[in-house]
């Protein structure tokens, strides 16, 4: 028998159907493509919000959708790897993966957002989004990093830790899986 997921991605028809009949979220973990230093997976915006996702999934009884890997990285254009979206492109998007998770029968859908500049335009996108959506269904953005107490942000991201590729976002990548991390140019 196959094992068990929170993973939308690696569950069958009948085992979402099964979810469906009980619970009605989804969380969709939204980030961006771009550098992260020297040392840092590109995918470091995806990879936070993918485990924290999955993390939470089980406890508020919720599905983790497959995630959006790009975003609103236009800051950081001219970086190798850096891969963005303009802006109506990443709403339309937004848009259109609120109204098809809808359509399957999600009520609450959640956009957990790593990348900070996709911040507003995912916000925007689920209100354009709300006509399209049943009456019961709802879309709405939260940035993992909402939860963190005003002393929890400064210790990941602020003045003395930096603001990007920083402490924090390198800590995460790493608990998450430490070979993705090139630790030699990190200390450098």
Same mark, same amino acid.
């Given at each position: 028998?196959?094992?068990?997921?929170?993973?939308?991605?690696?569950?069958?028809?009948?085992?979402?159907?099964?979810?469906?009949?009980?619970?009605?979220?989804?969380?969709?973990?939204?980030?961006?493509?771009?550098?992260?230093?020297?040392?840092?997976?590109?995918?470091?915006? =995806?990879?936070?919000?993918?485990?924290?996702?999955?993390?939470?999934?089980?406890?508020?009884?919720?599905?983790?959708?497959?995630?959006?890997?790009?975003?609103?990285?236009?800051?950081?254009? /001219?970086? !190798?790897?850096?891969?963005?979206?303009?802006?109506?492109?990443?709403?339309?998007?937004?848009?259109?993966?609120?109204?098809?998770?809808?359509?399957?029968?999600?009520?609450?859908?959640?956009?957990?957002?790593?990348?900070?500049?996709?911040?507003?335009?995912?916000?925007?996108?689920?209100?354009?989004?709300?006509?399209?959506?049943?009456?019961?269904?709802?879309?709405?953005?939260?940035?993992?990093?909402? /939860?963190?107490?005003?002393?929890?942000?400064?210790?990941?991201?602020?003045?003395?830790?930096?603001?990007?590729?920083?402490?924090?976002? !390198?800590?995460?990548?790493?608990?998450?899986?430490?070979?993705? =991390?090139?630790?030699?140019?990190?200390?450098?």
């Amino acid at each position: 028998m196959k094992p068990s997921t929170v993973f939308l991605g690696e569950m069958t028809n009948p085992e979402v159907e099964a979810f469906l009949v009980e619970q009605d979220m989804v969380i969709v973990p939204t980030g961006s493509t771009e550098q992260h230093g020297p040392h840092g997976p590109l995918l470091t915006d =995806v990879l936070v919000p993918n485990e924290v996702a999955r993390r939470v999934a089980p406890r508020v009884g919720a599905v983790v959708a497959p995630p959006i890997n790009y975003g609103l990285s236009y800051p950081h254009v /001219g970086f !190798t790897g850096v891969v963005h979206l303009r802006i109506p492109t990443f709403m339309s998007m937004v848009e259109d993966i609120a109204a098809g998770l809808a359509d399957i029968g999600f009520r609450r859908i959640v956009f957990l957002n790593g990348h900070y500049d996709n911040t507003y335009a995912i916000a925007y996108a689920c209100a354009n989004a709300r006509p399209r959506l049943p009456d019961e269904a709802v879309a709405f953005p939260i940035n993992y990093w909402d /939860g963190m107490t005003s002393e929890e942000a400064g210790e990941f991201f602020g003045p003395t830790t930096g603001l990007h590729a920083n402490r924090g976002e !390198t800590s995460a990548v790493l608990a998450i899986d430490p070979n993705l =991390v090139d630790m030699e140019r990190a200390n450098a």
